[in-house]
């Protein structure tokens, strides 16, 4: 009984919902209706009969200034004398507003006329301001193209310091890298300053750095032994830009590196010496080189992996210790010499034997990485030798000199360059006082202890090698300690394996 007494109550309840929307909907339409024939266009002033048609449009930027600076740079007009935008960095707070562009002249900062402002004056406004900042600026008439972020990375050679450049349009706008570090060049428009980033770095903004040509230049002036014209710098503008050991045997013999006492340096020769070419004067001033990530495939060969070091540095021994770690996944070259064979010896084990004709030939087919001749016999290390030990799918560890690392930088090889290099002077006095070196280039040397000649002499070829050819290094390790100089250096060997490296992009194509 008390359902049928509930019916007619939820029915009266119901209808009358219908109706409230119904008329709710009805109100709204009516509303829109309304408002949609209604005409909210802004009502303007009349324009001025006394304009004139002649004056540039004129346009009001608002930005806010956070810790980081703008990002744009400006410069008097060498022919108007007008402020203008001189470069817009990549990234920066400018950048991403899309509101300024280069080109464009400024008329005002915060309601401050900057018309008869130095840039200096300027850049101290803008430095003293705090929060919003309120441009008044006149627009370019040059059309832009649109923005394309920086797909090119390229390795560093070199150390610099925008600080110590006298050359750079603004000090702050700079970008600060060491020798060996990846860049991202995210503009190139410059011809003088390419702007860029370094690889991975969370911040988008990008700073100025000296352009490859331009560097390369400048180092070259620096250098009176190359012969080249000087440089012009020709419609030079006057602007200032800112941006808002052990115990034991160190071999150093000539039987498998041909590494040569002080008094035999003279007999060395390499392949290489006698040439000349544009790609090889290139490469003896370093700047930058483009470079791409590369990791070896399990079906591609091992990279080949250069040792550099001075005598007696212990570069033989860390060799041979790796070779007795596993003889089946680490190889070396089999030497070639014009010597005749001794009883004991075996053809391709000890020595690849060959003719004295035969060696020259093949020096003069540039087969040879690099070769010596000791008492009237010749003695190399081929490049079908480095070949050999690659097709056996191992590691090949080559101990070659420093000046000869450049040309083998190739697609073929993929080198990887490691510099073994001494520790301090006292260092290897205290580690090497009972060990001994073999300086003599082949069969009975005799090993002799270290003399303070020796010591002096390695360091002072250390540093000249690193100085000269250090940016071609892909990794130093300092031989302090025999075992924890081999650790790291298997530690080395295993990640060049397995992980991924920058690498020259040439190497990247046949």
Same mark, same amino acid.
């Given at each position: 009984?008390?359902?049928?007494?509930? !019916?007619?109550?939820?029915? &009266?309840?119901?209808?009358?919902?219908?109706?409230?929307?119904?008329?709710?909907?009805?109100?709204?339409?009516?509303? @829109?209706?309304?408002?949609?024939?209604?005409?909210?266009?802004?009502?303007?002033?009349?324009?001025?009969?006394?304009?004139?048609?002649?004056?540039?449009?004129?346009?009001?930027?608002?930005?806010?200034?956070?810790?980081?600076?703008?990002?744009?740079?400006?410069?008097?007009? +060498?022919?108007?004398?007008?402020?203008?935008?001189?470069?817009?960095?990549?990234g920066g707070a400018a950048d991403r507003s899309g509101l300024i562009h280069v080109g464009d002249e400024l008329r005002e900062v915060n309601g401050i006329p900057v018309d008869d402002k130095k840039p200096e004056e300027i850049i101290h406004i803008l430095a003293q301001s705090?929060?919003?900042?309120?441009?008044?600026?006149?627009?370019?008439?040059?059309?832009?193209?649109?923005?394309?972020?920086?797909?090119?990375?390229?390795?560093?050679?070199?150390?610099?310091?925008?600080?110590?450049?006298?050359?750079?349009?603004?000090?702050?706008?700079?970008?600060?890298?060491?020798?060996?570090?990846?860049?991202?060049?995210?503009?190139?428009?410059?011809?003088?300053?390419?702007?860029?980033?370094?690889?991975?770095?969370?911040?988008?903004?990008?700073?100025?750095?000296?352009?490859? @040509?331009?560097? +390369?230049?400048?180092?070259?002036?620096?250098?009176?032994?190359?012969?080249?014209?000087?440089?012009?710098?020709?419609?030079?503008?006057?602007?200032?830009?800112?941006?808002?050991?052990?115990?034991?045997?160190?071999?150093?013999?000539?039987?498998?590196?041909?590494?040569?006492?002080?008094?035999?340096?003279?007999?060395?020769?390499?392949?290489?010496?006698?040439?000349?070419? =544009?790609?090889? =004067?290139?490469?003896?001033?370093?700047?930058? !080189? +483009?470079?791409?990530?590369?990791?070896?495939?399990?079906?591609?060969?091992?990279?080949?992996? &250069?040792?550099?070091?001075?005598?007696?540095?212990?570069?033989?021994?860390?060799?041979?210790?790796?070779?007795?770690?596993?003889?089946? @996944?680490?190889?070396?070259?089999?030497?070639?010499?014009?010597?005749?064979?001794?009883?004991?010896?075996?053809?391709?084990?000890?020595?690849?034997?060959?003719?004295?004709?035969?060696?020259?030939?093949?020096?003069?087919?540039?087969?040879?990485? +690099?070769?010596?001749?000791?008492?009237?016999?010749?003695?190399?290390?081929?490049? =079908?030798? &480095?070949?050999?030990?690659?097709?056996?799918?191992?590691?090949?560890?080559?101990?070659?000199?420093?000046?000869?690392?450049?040309?083998?930088?190739?697609?073929?090889?993929?080198?990887?360059?490691?510099?073994?290099?001494?520790?301090?002077?006292?260092?290897?006095?205290?580690?090497?006082?009972?060990?001994?070196?073999?300086?003599?280039?082949?069969?009975?040397?005799?090993?002799?202890?270290?003399?303070?000649?020796?010591?002096?002499?390695?360091?002072?070829?250390?540093?000249?090698?690193?100085?000269?050819?250090?940016?071609?290094f892909d990794k130093v390790i300092v031989n302090d300690d025999l075992a924890t100089a081999y650790s790291e250096l298997k530690t080395t060997f295993d990640r060049l394996e397995t992980e991924t490296f920058w690498v020259p992009v040439s190497w990247l194509h046949s």
């Open positions: 009984m008390n359902q049928s007494m509930n !019916e007619p109550k939820l029915y &009266v309840e119901k209808r009358n919902c219908r109706r409230l929307v119904s008329e709710v909907l009805t109100a709204l339409l009516s509303v @829109h209706d309304t408002v949609a024939q209604k005409n909210y266009d802004p009502v303007l002033p009349p324009m001025p009969d006394d304009i004139d048609e002649e004056e540039d449009s004129v346009k009001i930027i608002r930005l806010v200034k956070n810790r980081e600076p703008l990002g744009a740079t400006i410069k008097r007009d +060498e022919h108007t004398g007008a402020i203008v935008v001189a470069r817009i960095m990549r705090q929060g919003a900042i309120t441009f008044k600026i006149i627009p370019s008439v040059k059309e832009e193209m649109p923005v394309k972020e920086g797909k090119m990375f390229i390795r560093a050679l070199f150390d610099y310091d925008p600080k110590e450049d006298k050359a750079i349009p603004c000090k702050e706008a700079g970008l600060a890298f060491r020798k060996g570090d990846i860049l991202q060049i995210m503009s190139q428009d410059d011809a003088t300053w390419w702007q860029a980033k370094h690889e991975g770095d969370a911040n988008p903004r990008a700073g100025l750095i000296p352009s490859k @040509h331009f560097q +390369e230049r400048r180092f070259a002036l620096r250098r009176p032994e190359v012969q080249i014209q000087p440089l012009k710098i020709s419609n030079r503008k006057s602007y200032a830009e800112c941006a808002g050991h052990n115990s034991g045997s160190y071999l150093a013999g000539f039987r498998r590196s041909f590494r040569l006492s002080r008094k035999d340096k003279k007999t060395n020769k390499s392949m290489y010496e006698c040439k000349k070419s =544009d790609q090889y =004067d290139t490469a003896d001033i370093p700047t930058y !080189e +483009e470079v791409a990530k590369y990791r070896r495939q399990p079906n591609d060969k091992y990279r080949l992996v &250069v040792l550099v070091g001075p005598v007696g540095v212990g570069l033989n021994e860390l060799k041979r210790k790796l070779l007795i770690s596993d003889t089946q @996944h680490y190889g070396v070259t089999v030497p070639h010499t014009t010597r005749p064979r001794r009883s004991q010896e075996s053809d391709g084990v000890e020595y690849i034997f060959i003719s004295k004709h035969l060696f020259e030939t093949d020096v003069q087919n540039n087969k040879f990485i +690099e070769y010596g001749e000791y008492k009237n016999n010749y003695y190399g290390t081929s490049l =079908d030798s &480095v070949r050999s030990v690659l097709a056996k799918n191992k590691v090949c560890l080559l101990d070659v000199q420093p000046h000869t690392v450049k040309h083998l930088r190739t697609y073929e090889f993929k080198p990887f360059v490691i510099f073994i290099k001494p520790p301090s002077l006292d260092r290897l006095r205290e580690t090497r006082k009972n060990a001994k070196i073999i300086s003599s280039k082949d069969d009975k040397g005799t090993a002799k202890p270290f003399t303070e000649e020796d010591f002096q002499e390695m360091i002072k070829s250390a540093h000249v090698m690193e100085s000269q050819y250090g940016h071609l």
